[in-house]
């Protein structure tokens, strides 16, 4: 068992990625996720790693790609407007396929929008937001030790499948300090051949996204489909919280989530049945499993912290076979419990 | 009696065939660049960080380990790869649009961390790859197709002299500006090049060659004229020299 710690949510994110041998850190500043960097500034030379802070976010995210284009493992870490800058290396990284660790904390928007946790960036990080056919892998944690439990796995996943692997949490689970048991090393290592450490005793390799041959750049993305279909069949996780017996199904992930939990446990103080469906990844998204829990009930109410994004995937898991309803609150509003409870008396028995 | 060889291909270079058009200066710069990581015996050690425009394609030519940047990050990149692996060598090669606009910060920053890589700068005044659009580096008058009446200075500014606003930074080690218009200044500009390289291998920090370069086919003359206009144009407006040599002042210090 690893030590047990009081850590703020950044932190957390900060000794994991360590605890998972990320030797290249590449910041630049914007609230809230500030503490991670900061964490890292200081611990990262006692260590002999690197940290270094770049001049934007664009430029941190564009060190990752050239560190672990190397075999390093790099991580950068950001709030919303600055993942909007990073999707530029966001879309590279995807075409050269090269392992990658990215936290979003995410604020309010759009633009500049607040400093207050919110969920606005869903469409953002889980749809693309950069130009092409890719995906990323998107993990939602909802508490700190998750997120330091995820943080560590997205290093794994990341170079298992040389994909580029997001921590989508929020300015909530970013500032809050929790309990959390540091996870141990999982001691998984990927061979890659393809790492540019210079042409010495093999033939020389390039790292790149660009195929203007007729037909080459097909071929890839149909490669790069296979491997998302691998990705889709390994690595969709979720949480079932209470939805077996349910009459009525709670969809949130990440902060929302924990409102809808507890909503759930005063709703059947009053004998109302209701559970939570969370999914941790948001891609690939639990849509069977989701599909699976919503079979049968007689509603599915999305929660969210925006006007609505991951709402979409609800519908398309339910596909209309359960009344699905939404209840959301965005910039950095937080869907309260009795908002919750209310929504899910409303419906009656 | 052996031939004596007086010319070869480098090792560091491919067998392949150009895509670069005739009197264009990226050739002769890789092949001088190629030649540097020969005599260096360096080929197995250098990572190049190809650019967006006429160069991306850099990494079909040098027979070394390369990554491709997107447009302007370049310094981000080989940042990140030589903060990763110390022990190589690590090449930035970018145009002018990729240097100066659209990675003007990258560039800034990775001379003033005095990032230990060496920037290979071909201005030729021009975006070649997409046909022949204004560059920070377009001369004042010079039609381009976003320039059709040429440069207005009053619009749009100046040219933007690389070497002079690097030189305002405290940390860059090597700055020279040199010229592949004939065979005099390629030869220079080869030991520019050789230099840039050496100051890294021994640690030494940043260091900034640029290259004036021809560009014939989109300044709509022929391969002479071109070289001729390097010489007759440009290189007023960007004179040839070592601008930093931190080399020479911690030599002269010693004296």
Redesign the interface.
């Known amino acids: 068992m690893g030590k047990r710690v009081l850590l703020k949510g950044n932190e957390a994110a900060a000794e994991a990625a360590l605890i998972a041998g990320c030797?290249?850190y590449?910041a630049y500043p914007i609230t809230p996720q500030n503490e991670i960097s900061a964490y890292m500034a200081k611990r990262m030379p006692k260590l002999n790693r690197?940290f270094?802070q770049?001049?934007?976010e664009?430029?941190?995210c564009?060190?990752?790609?050239?560190?672990?284009?190397?075999?390093?493992r790099?991580m950068t870490s950001s709030s919303s407007p600055g993942i909007a800058l990073k999707q530029?290396?966001f879309s590279?990284i995807a075409g050269?396929e090269v392992p990658a660790v990215v936290i979003n904390m995410m604020r309010g928007g759009p633009g500049l929008g607040n400093i207050a946790g919110s969920q606005g960036d869903y469409n953002m990080c889980v749809r693309g937001g950069s130009n092409g056919d890719f995906h990323n892998l998107v993990y939602a944690p909802s508490t700190v030790q998750e997120l330091a439990d995820l943080t560590l796995k997205a290093f794994d996943v990341a170079e298992k499948y040389r994909i580029l692997a997001l921590i989508l949490g929020d300015g909530y689970l970013a500032q809050m300090s929790e309990p959390c048991v540091l996870p141990e090393p999982s001691g998984e290592r990927h061979e890659k051949p393809w790492a540019?450490?210079?042409?010495?005793?093999r033939d020389?390799?390039?790292?790149?996204?660009?195929r203007l041959a007729d037909g080459v750049l097909e071929v890839h993305n149909r490669h790069l489909e296979e491997k998302y279909k691998a990705v889709e069949a390994a690595e969709v996780m979720f949480e079932n919280f209470m939805c077996d017996d349910a009459d009525f199904i709670l969809v949130a992930y990440g902060t929302a989530s924990r409102v809808c939990k507890a909503a759930v446990m005063r709703l059947r103080e009053k004998g109302v049945k209701a559970g939570v469906f969370r999914p941790i990844t948001l891609w690939p998204y639990p849509y069977e499993a989701l599909s699976a829990a919503a079979a049968g009930k007689k509603k599915v109410l999305t929660v969210e912290m925006s006007l609505g994004q991951m709402l979409l995937d609800v519908q398309l898991a339910v596909r209309g076979e359960v009344p699905v309803d939404f209840l959301g609150r965005p910039g950095g509003g937080v869907p309260m419990v009795d908002e919750v409870e209310e929504r899910v008396l409303s419906y009656g028995r | 009696m052996a031939d004596k060889i007086l010319y070869t291909r480098p090792r560091s270079i491919r067998d392949v065939k150009t895509h670069y058009c005739p009197g264009c200066g990226h050739g002769i710069v890789h092949k001088l660049i190629g030649e540097c990581l020969d005599e260096m015996n360096c080929?197995?050690?250098?990572?190049l960080?190809?650019p967006v425009g006429c160069g991306?394609l850099a990494?079909n030519y040098?027979?070394?380990?390369?990554?491709?940047?997107?447009h302007g990050?370049a310094p981000?990149?080989?940042?990140?790869?030589k903060?990763?692996?110390k022990d190589?060598l690590v090449i930035s090669y970018q145009g002018d649009g990729d240097l100066l606009a659209i990675g003007t910060?990258?560039t800034?920053?990775a001379a003033n961390r005095g990032e230990n890589i060496t920037v290979i700068f071909i201005n030729n005044a021009i975006y070649g790859m997409t046909g022949g659009q204004m560059a920070p580096t377009t001369m004042e008058g010079q039609v381009t197709k976003t320039t059709p009446y040429g440069r207005d200075v009053t619009d749009v500014g100046y040219p933007i002299r690389a070497c002079e606003l690097l030189n305002t930074l405290m940390a860059p080690y090597y700055i020279e500006r040199v010229s592949v218009h004939d065979v005099p200044n390629i030869l220079k500009a080869k030991k520019a090049i050789r230099r840039a390289l050496q100051n890294q291998l021994d640690g030494k920090g940043y260091s900034f060659i640029e290259v004036l370069s021809m560009c014939p086919t989109n300044w709509g003359v022929d391969a002479q004229t071109g070289a001729d206009w390097v010489r007759d144009v440009m290189m007023p407006y960007y004179p040839l020299g070592v601008f930093r040599d931190k080399g020479t002042e911690e030599a002269s210090r010693v004296q």
Not at chain 2, 43 to 47: A, D, G, H, I, S
Not at chain 2, 62 to 70: N, R, S, T, Y
Not at chain 2, 76 to 81: D, H, L, P
């Open positions: 030797t290249h590449f690197t270094l770049a001049e934007s664009i430029a941190a564009n060190m990752v790609y050239g560190a672990a284009a190397t075999g390093v790099a530029e290396a590279y050269a540019l450490t210079g042409a010495e005793g020389a390799q390039v790292i790149k996204s660009l | 080929r197995e050690k250098t990572l960080v190809a991306v990494y040098f027979d070394v380990d390369a990554i491709e940047a997107p990050r981000a990149v080989a940042t990140g790869m903060r990763a692996r190589k910060a990258e800034i920053h």
